[in-house]
Nanobody
Protein backbone atom coordinates (compact mmCIF):
# COMPACT_ATOMS: atom_id res chain seq x y z
CA UNK A 1 0.00 0.00 0.00
CA UNK A 2 1.11 3.52 -0.80
CA UNK A 3 -0.24 6.76 0.61
CA UNK A 4 0.24 10.36 -0.48
CA UNK A 5 -0.28 12.90 2.28
CA UNK A 6 -0.48 16.58 1.41
CA UNK A 7 -0.01 19.58 3.66
CA UNK A 8 0.56 23.31 3.49
CA UNK A 9 -2.70 24.68 2.17
CA UNK A 10 -4.53 27.59 3.72
CA UNK A 11 -5.79 31.14 3.34
CA UNK A 12 -3.42 33.76 1.99
CA UNK A 13 -3.77 37.30 0.72
CA UNK A 14 -3.14 38.15 -2.94
CA UNK A 15 0.57 38.47 -3.55
CA UNK A 16 1.38 36.08 -0.73
CA UNK A 17 3.13 32.72 -0.75
CA UNK A 18 2.44 29.16 0.28
CA UNK A 19 4.42 25.94 0.06
CA UNK A 20 2.57 22.67 -0.46
CA UNK A 21 4.12 19.33 0.43
CA UNK A 22 3.19 15.81 -0.60
CA UNK A 23 4.88 12.89 1.10
CA UNK A 24 4.64 9.36 -0.25
CA UNK A 25 4.91 6.43 2.12
CA UNK A 26 4.47 2.66 2.03
CA UNK A 27 5.75 -0.05 -0.26
CA UNK A 28 7.80 2.15 -2.58
CA UNK A 29 10.55 0.83 -4.81
CA UNK A 30 10.90 4.01 -6.86
CA UNK A 31 8.91 7.10 -7.81
CA UNK A 32 8.60 8.27 -11.38
CA UNK A 33 6.64 11.40 -12.22
CA UNK A 34 5.22 13.57 -9.45
CA UNK A 35 2.52 16.06 -10.38
CA UNK A 36 0.38 18.77 -8.79
CA UNK A 37 -3.17 19.24 -10.09
CA UNK A 38 -5.82 21.68 -8.94
CA UNK A 39 -9.56 21.94 -9.20
CA UNK A 40 -11.48 25.15 -8.68
CA UNK A 41 -15.23 25.14 -7.96
CA UNK A 42 -17.21 24.44 -11.09
CA UNK A 43 -14.10 23.75 -13.15
CA UNK A 44 -12.30 20.66 -14.35
CA UNK A 45 -9.16 19.41 -12.66
CA UNK A 46 -6.05 20.80 -14.37
CA UNK A 47 -2.37 19.96 -14.28
CA UNK A 48 -0.37 22.69 -12.57
CA UNK A 49 3.20 21.39 -12.50
CA UNK A 50 5.06 18.15 -13.07
CA UNK A 51 8.54 16.86 -12.26
CA UNK A 52 10.08 13.64 -13.48
CA UNK A 53 12.63 11.42 -11.78
CA UNK A 54 15.47 13.32 -13.45
CA UNK A 55 14.27 16.69 -12.23
CA UNK A 56 12.79 17.99 -15.49
CA UNK A 57 9.79 20.20 -14.91
CA UNK A 58 6.71 21.43 -16.75
CA UNK A 59 4.22 24.10 -15.76
CA UNK A 60 0.85 25.34 -16.89
CA UNK A 61 1.38 28.74 -18.50
CA UNK A 62 -0.65 30.64 -15.91
CA UNK A 63 1.79 29.75 -13.10
CA UNK A 64 5.13 30.00 -14.91
CA UNK A 65 7.47 32.32 -13.07
CA UNK A 66 5.37 32.19 -9.91
CA UNK A 67 5.29 28.50 -8.93
CA UNK A 68 8.21 26.12 -8.51
CA UNK A 69 7.95 22.35 -8.22
CA UNK A 70 10.81 20.41 -6.68
CA UNK A 71 11.31 17.07 -5.00
CA UNK A 72 13.39 15.44 -2.28
CA UNK A 73 13.91 11.88 -3.41
CA UNK A 74 15.39 10.83 -0.06
CA UNK A 75 12.12 11.82 1.60
CA UNK A 76 9.82 10.69 -1.24
CA UNK A 77 8.34 14.17 -1.12
CA UNK A 78 7.34 16.69 -3.75
CA UNK A 79 6.82 20.38 -3.05
CA UNK A 80 5.05 23.23 -4.77
CA UNK A 81 6.33 26.68 -3.86
CA UNK A 82 3.67 29.21 -4.81
CA UNK A 83 4.58 32.89 -4.90
CA UNK A 84 2.69 35.98 -6.05
CA UNK A 85 -0.58 34.16 -5.50
CA UNK A 86 -3.70 35.42 -7.23
CA UNK A 87 -7.38 34.89 -6.43
CA UNK A 88 -7.64 32.70 -9.53
CA UNK A 89 -5.19 30.27 -7.91
CA UNK A 90 -7.89 29.39 -5.39
CA UNK A 91 -8.59 25.66 -5.69
CA UNK A 92 -8.16 22.31 -4.09
CA UNK A 93 -4.64 21.14 -4.92
CA UNK A 94 -4.01 17.43 -5.44
CA UNK A 95 -0.77 15.51 -5.53
CA UNK A 96 -0.41 12.68 -8.02
CA UNK A 97 2.44 10.22 -8.40
CA UNK A 98 3.44 7.25 -10.53
CA UNK A 99 5.06 4.79 -8.14
CA UNK A 100 6.69 1.42 -8.64
CA UNK A 101 6.05 -0.83 -5.69
CA UNK A 102 8.15 -3.66 -4.31
CA UNK A 103 6.22 -5.95 -6.67
CA UNK A 104 7.70 -3.88 -9.54
CA UNK A 105 4.24 -2.86 -10.68
CA UNK A 106 3.60 0.75 -11.68
CA UNK A 107 0.53 2.35 -10.12
CA UNK A 108 -1.02 5.80 -10.08
CA UNK A 109 -1.76 7.39 -6.71
CA UNK A 110 -3.62 10.53 -5.57
CA UNK A 111 -3.47 12.53 -2.40
CA UNK A 112 -6.58 13.67 -0.53
CA UNK A 113 -6.28 17.29 -1.63
CA UNK A 114 -5.49 20.50 0.23
CA UNK A 115 -7.45 23.74 -0.03
CA UNK A 116 -5.69 26.90 -1.15
CA UNK A 117 -7.70 30.11 -0.86
CA UNK A 118 -6.33 33.44 -2.08
CA UNK A 119 -8.44 36.29 -0.82
CA UNK A 120 -8.17 39.66 0.89
Amino acid sequence: QVQLVESGGGLVQPGGSLRLSCAASGSIFSISVMTWFRQAPGKERELVARIDSGGSTNYISSVKGRFTIFRDNAKNTVYLQMNSLKPEDTAVYYCNSLIIGYDRRLNNYWGQGTQVTVSS
